[in-house]
T-cell receptor, first 115, second 114 residues
């Protein structure tokens, strides 16, 4: 069974600070990887995803993530956070095999950005 | 931009009662999902649905749960006899097709079982 670990429960940063949120997954096969964001009172939205190709993927709002296969990691980064990035961030993995539909989520990391 | 919608936003029920949570997926999507998130815990997969049948389900999705697409637009999750531990946020998601498509999530229904 696959699992996802997000190391930080709550991260507090000042505006303009750099962000890196850790995500490690456990699964023996080929995976698809995702970062979702949930702004206060809103639904889960896709930030970025990795299926294949360039392991450095760029998403919306200046976010990027790097897939490091040897480390089973897919860390999320942003060079300079804004107050509007305050939200909860979820890493998720899906087996890329046929017939597998479910996303497995991490517990989420709450990001608070102080103006 | 089309969105997944869910009703109600908050449902309060007594233990043992049946509840039906409703979702309207994005109109040209073919794959539908339910997830739940118990307060303070991770988002967990419940079930996926395609071509009018369940394609995958988790251990959580026992006989107390059922899903239905009654009319070609709605996608419902029924809990027959709710338990206290069913209290959670329930998210519906939909996806257009297989492969690299994204799952789009609804805003969730908060279910409180008293």
């Amino acid at each position: 069974a696959q699992s996802v670990s997000q190391h930080n429960h709550h991260v507090i940063l000042s505006e303009a600070a750099s962000l890196e949120l850790g995500c490690n997954y456990s699964y023996g096969g080929t995976v698809n990887l995702f970062w979702y964001v949930q702004y206060p009172g809103q639904h889960l939205q896709l930030l970025l995803k990795y299926f294949s190709g360039d392991p450095l993927v760029k998403g919306i709002k200046g976010f990027e993530a790097e897939f490091i296969k040897s480390k089973f990691s897919f860390n999320l980064r942003k060079p300079s956070v804004q107050w509007s990035d305050t939200a909860e961030y979820f890493c998720a993995v899906k087996s890329s095999g046929a017939g597998s539909y479910q996303l497995t989520f991490g517990k989420g990391t709450k990001l608070s950005v102080i103006p | 931009e089309p969105e997944v919608t869910q009703t109600p936003s908050h449902q309060v029920t007594q233990m043992g009662q049946e509840v039906i949570l409703r979702c309207v997926p994005i109109s040209n999507h073919l794959y539908f999902y339910w997830y739940r998130q118990i307060l303070g815990q991770k988002v967990e997969f419940l079930v996926s649905f395609y071509n009018n049948e369940i394609s995958e389900k988790s251990e959580i999705f026992d006989d107390q749960f059922s899903v239905e697409r009654p009319d070609g637009s709605n996608f419902t999750l029924k809990i027959r006899s709710t338990k206290l531990e069913d209290s959670a946020m329930y998210f519906c998601a939909s996806r257009q097709r297989e492969g690299t498509d994204t799952q789009y999530f609804g805003p969730g229904t908060r279910l409180t079982v008293l």
